[in-house]
Structure formats: structure tokens, C-alpha cells
């Protein structure tokens, strides 16, 4: 039986669909020369429609049909006259097949100062497995390309899209204000490299709603200076869990604040809810943290934050984090760890984490109490708190 909110989402969508295509402008690609035959590049002809939409002072729609469209590395730039231009998807959008093309380009479909944009449905898939089949053999590799990237951009709407085998991060939003995901599906191999589901860093007023993140890296990754941001209703799995972090990389670097996690399932991923900290000083900073009703199933590290973190053992040895973590509350967690160390704050000597609160937090190991490690953490527990809190 299908889930009711998914029906309602889909008759949102619906009418939301009409509703725009009824009162704006449209550009459908395939009248601009865009084949969907999924080998023609069609980057020419996305690139007329984007021009004709932002040059417009009217509401406007981008139309892709159905069919496979290949674009090419491409970059909608503003600012637009338009502040409402939406990106209607009913087909697929593809990636070149030789992950080379694209691999060092940093971003596959890549929005840059735009404001009152929507991209709606679709299937974006970036054919990224090649890039990772090589990067596990060692060769050298392009780094690859995000599949969709928004820089320095406001008021955006992601709503309905599927990110398929993306080569690097899936979604990244960086330096904006005001974006909604909504009903945003992750789709990748759980050994997939640095494949974050959604980045966010360097931006306020972010809402992740209603999606399912199935990748080989965090699910959702926060990044230094996001602030306001709100994350409900997701599943998560395979992947690292949600992490703040990593923080510290720089020594000077903006902090994260006003984090709120809710209603969330993680299933069999690496982490759940993590933040993590490079061993190194910075002015970084970590507050105003909610963690709220988070099913744990079986999960490796439910409960956990990182201030050592020093992949490769270069840059940080000897060092203590500068990141200074505070006011983080943990509530109604429960599930099964995967492994013994269900909680885990192993935070700075120098600037250890404080106002920590645990409350209402239950998870077991192998169907028996599982244990809680605390270093330089201070903070309280309230409720039922199994481990029992080593704050």
C-alpha cells in the first residue's frame, strides 16, 4: 500500500506542476534542439533555455521530457532578471559515461547567484560508478563532480529529485539563504567514495524534508558557518550517518549553530548522529545542537562526537582540537548498536564540550545494555538514559 504522505506529496506536486506550467513561460529543451535519445549532448540547448528564462521578466519553465538527456559539465548562471524559474523534470538528465569528461570539472549541474529558483522531479544521474571502480584501484584519478551544486544563491526549491550514482557529493548547497529539499531521494552504492547525500556549508535557513539517502558517505554532511538549519523526516542507510563536520580543518573557520536533527532512521550505517572535529586549533565552534526521535538499527556509533580526527595521522598529531562544542541535547534516541560503545564524546583537553544533555536515550548491544565513553565532557542526563551517562 502506498504511504500516505507520499500521495499527498505527489498530489502537491501535481498541483504545483499545473499551477506553474499554467502561469509562466515554458522552455521545453526538446524544442531547443535537446535529444533524448541519452547520447546527444544537449548542453546547448539547456544553456538557450536557461538564457531565455533568466533574461525574462515572467515566471518561466525549464521543460525537460521524458527520455535521457545528456549534458555535459554546465553552469546556469545569474543574476536573472527571473526570480522564479523552475527546472520541470519528467525524464532523466545523464551524466557522459566516461566519468573523464566531467571528473575534473568540481560540479556536474552547478547554480551560481540565482534567486527564486526550483528544480522539480527528474531523475539526475551521474553514471559515477566508473569513477569509483577506479579510484578503488588505486590509479590516478579525477576527483569527480557533484551532481548539482548551488553557490552563493537564494530562495531555492529542490523538490521530488532523484541524485543516482552521483560521482562525488550529491547535493551541495554553499553560501545561500533560504532553500528547501523536500522529497529528495539519494540513490548510490554503500562503498561509493565521498559521496555525501546533501553538503551544506556557509549558509543559513536550510530545510532537508521527507527524503530517503542511501549512499557510501554521510547521508547529510554540515559544514563550517551553516546556521538555521532544520533536518526532519529522513532515512538514512547505507551511509556515515548526519555529521557536523569535520570542523577545525582551518585555523580560522566559522561555526555551526542552530542545528535541529529530528525523526530519523539509521539503518545499519557507520554512524548516526555524529560532529567531528579536526585535532588542530581553530576558531571553529559547535552550539545550539538538537538530536531528536532517532531510531538506531544497528548502527556502529549511535551517539557520537570526534574531536581527534586526523585521517592519515598528517597535520594534527600532538595537536588538540580548537573547536569548542556546547549546548547539545540528545533526545528520545533509541535502538541497537552494532557495536559494544553505543556513546562515544571523546572531545578537546583543551576546550572540552559542555551543556552535553542526554535525555530519554535507549540502546542496546546483542539484545544487553550497551557502554558509554566519555572524555573531557561535561553535561547532564535526564530520563531513562541506557548506556548509563558517563558525563
Not at 86 to 96: E, Q, R
Not at 292 to 308: C, E, G, L
Amino acid at each position: 500500500m502506498a504511504n500516505p504522505r507520499s500521495l499527498i506529496f505527489l498530489l502537491f506536486l501535481m498541483v504545483f506542476i499545473n499551477s506553474a506550467v499554467s502561469n509562466a513561460v515554458t522552455y521545453n529543451v526538446a524544442d531547443l534542439g535537446a535529444k533524448p535519445d541519452g547520447q546527444t549532448d544537449s548542453t546547448k540547448a539547456f544553456l538557450s533555455a536557461w538564457a531565455e528564462a533568466c533574461a525574462s521578466a515572467k515566471p518561466s519553465v525549464i521543460y525537460v521530457p521524458a527520455g535521457r538527456f545528456l549534458l555535459s559539465n554546465v553552469v546556469f548562471n545569474g543574476p536573472c532578471k527571473n526570480r522564479a524559474i523552475t527546472f520541470l523534470i519528467a525524464g532523466t538528465v545523464v551524466a557522459p559515461s566516461d566519468y573523464r569528461v566531467i571528473g575534473n570539472a568540481d560540479n556536474w549541474l552547478f547554480f551560481e547567484h540565482v534567486n527564486g529558483i526550483t528544480i522539480s522531479g527528474g531523475i539526475l544521474d551521474g553514471q559515477g560508478t566508473g569513477l569509483w571502480d577506479c579510484k578503488a584501484s588505486g590509479k590516478g584519478c579525477p576527483s569527480g563532480a557533484t551532481t548539482l551544486g548551488f553557490s552563493n544563491s537564494n530562495n531555492i526549491v529542490v523538490s521530488g529529485v532523484t541524485s543516482l550514482n552521483s560521482q562525488m557529493f550529491h547535493i551541495v548547497i554553499n553560501g545561500c539563504n533560504n532553500v528547501k529539499l523536500q522529497a529528495v531521494r539519494v540513490s548510490a552504492s554503500g562503498n561509493s567514495p565521498n559521496t555525501d547525500g546533501i553538503h551544506v556549508q556557509s549558509s543559513s535557513g536550510v530545510t532537508i524534508l521527507n527524503s530517503k539517502i542511501a549512499t557510501g558517505d554521510d547521508c547529510v554532511s554540515i559544514g563550517p558557518g551553516t546556521t538555521n538549519l532544520w533536518i526532519e523526516n529522513i532515512a538514512c542507510g547505507p551511509g556515515h550517518g548526519i555529521s557536523i563536520g569535520s570542523l577545525g580543518k582551518d585555523q580560522q573557520e566559522d561555526g555551526v549553530q542552530n542545528v535541529t536533527v529530528k525523526t530519523v532512521t539509521f539503518t545499519g550505517t557507520q554512524n548516526g548522529v555524529r560532529i567531528k572535529s579536526w585535532g588542530r586549533p581553530s576558531t571553529g565552534f559547535a552550539k545550539n545542537i538538537l538530536f531528536q526521535h532517532a531510531v538506531m538499527v544497528n548502527v556502529q556509533n549511535p551517539i557520537v562526537i570526534d574531536q581527534n580526527y586526523c585521517p592519515g595521522e598528517k597535520g594534527c598529531p600532538g595537536q588538540v582540537s580548537g573547536v569548542q562544542i556546547s549546548d547539545v541535547t540528545y533526545q528520545d534516541i533509541h535502538g541497537t548498536s552494532a557495536t559494544e560503545v553505543a556513546v562515544k564524546f571523546d572531545c578537546s583537553s583543551k576546550y572540552p564540550c559542555s551543556k552535553i544533555t542526554l535525555d530519554d536515550v535507549k540502546l542496546s548491544y546483542k539484545n544487553q545494555a550497551a557502554e558509554a565513553s566519555c572524555s573531557h565532557a561535561g553535561g547532564t542526563a535526564e530520563g531513562i538514559v541506557q548506556p548509563t551517562s558517563c558525563l
